[in-house]
C-alpha cells in the first residue's frame, strides 16, 4: 500500500532562501512554501524545475504548502523524486508489514524506540524465520534504522547528502549491540539492520558519499563487517504517492 498524500498542486520552483522554506510559483504567483526537507538538496532544488507540492489543512498556517517532490532532469530522461524527510518511516513500515520473506509473522512493530542511548526507527518483533518448526517457532528481535536516500548522480545514489553525525552515532550503536552480544531480557539475541529507502526509481547502485561524509561510509562498513543487515531499496514515486518498490544494488 502507498503511502498518499493530500491535495497536490504543481508549480515552478524559484529560491530558497534558507533551510525551512522556498519561494514557488503556483499558478502564476510567487508563493512562499514550507520545505519538508532541512538537507541541502542543491542537486534537485534548481530554479525552474517542476516541483509537487501538498496542500497544508490548516488554514492559518503561513505557509500554505509544503513541498514534496521533484522533477528531476537527467540524460535518461526525467525521474520524480521525492524529498519528504517525513516519508521514509511511513513508507519503511509498510514495507516491514509487506516483507513476509524476511518477516513472515510480525507479532509487534513499535516506531521511534529508545535502547540504550539511541533511539532507532522501528523495533520489531517476529517469528516464523527458518525451515524447521523450532526455527520458525523462534522469536526474532530487531532493531532498524531508516535513511531516505535523494542523492543521484548518472543512476547512482548515495548517502548522505550533508555530513550526519546522527547516522554514524547510530550505525556505531547497532553494531555495537551486535558486537557485545547484548541480549533481550528474555534472553533474544538482538538482530539490527539499516534500511536506506531511494525515494526515486531509475537507479541501479547504491552506496555510502565518501567526499561528504567519509566517517559515515567507515560507520557503515563496521557496521557490515559486525552483522547489521543492510537494506537498499527504490520506491515507485508519483506527485501524490510513495512506495517501497525494488531492492537496490549495495556497493560498499
Known sequence: MPMKYGEIVQGEFLERPNRFIAHVKIDGVKTVVHVKNTGRCRELLQPGVKVFLEKSKNPERKTPFDLVTVEKVTPRGKILVNMDSQAPNKVAAEWIRSNRERFPEITFLKPEYTFGNSRFDFYIEYRGAGKTKAQKAQLHKMFLEVKGVTLEYDGSASFPDAPTERGVKHLRELARILGTRTPADD???????????????????????????????????DARDAGVEIFVVDCKVTPKTVTADKPVKLIL
Open 187 to 221: 534472553g533474544t539475541p538482538y538482530e539490527c539492520g539499516v534500511l536506506f529507502l531511494v525515494q526515486m526509481k531509475g537507479c541501479h547502485r547504491f552506496g555510502p558519499d565518501e567526499k561528504i561524509h567519509p566517517e559515515f561510509a567507515g560507520a557503515l562498513r
